[in-house]
């Protein structure tokens, strides 16, 4: 029992370390936003699916609240369908360049 909860332990310490040292590159995000460009990059633009929303320009948004935004719509904690199916789609470290990517939009 003492190795099966040393092994746990383990593994939660090593997922934690995996998860910390994904770190965004804008630059790898270029050819990773063409799906983020077609709404979010309209000023004024209103989606329609699945009712009338007014869609927020991300650009010079903060790295954090980006990566929680997304994390938060792959999880299904913020419900958006387009969002959701998205964010789902992204590995953590899609996200975290896509995030790099806009903090340094103006």
């Known amino acids: 029992m003492k190795k099966l909860f040393a092994l746990l332990a383990f593994a939660g310490v090593a997922n934690i370390a995996v998860a910390a040292e994904v770190v965004g590159d804008a630059k790898a995000a270029v050819n ?6 077609g709404c979010h990059a309209i000023p004024g633009y209103k989606a329609t699916f699945p009712e009338v929303y007014q869609v927020p320009m991300i650009g010079g948004q ?3 609240y980006i990566i929680s935004a997304l994390h938060a719509y792959k999880k299904g904690e913020r419900n958006h369908p387009s969002m959701h ?4 789609s992204m590995s953590d470290q899609d996200i975290a360049d896509v995030a790099a990517y806009y903090s340094q939009q103006k």
Request: charged share 25%; aromatic share 0%.
């Open 85 to 88: 199916g998205i964010a789902a």
């Open 62 to 64: 903060s790295e954090k």
């Open 32 to 37: 990773k936003v063409s799906m983020c460009i």
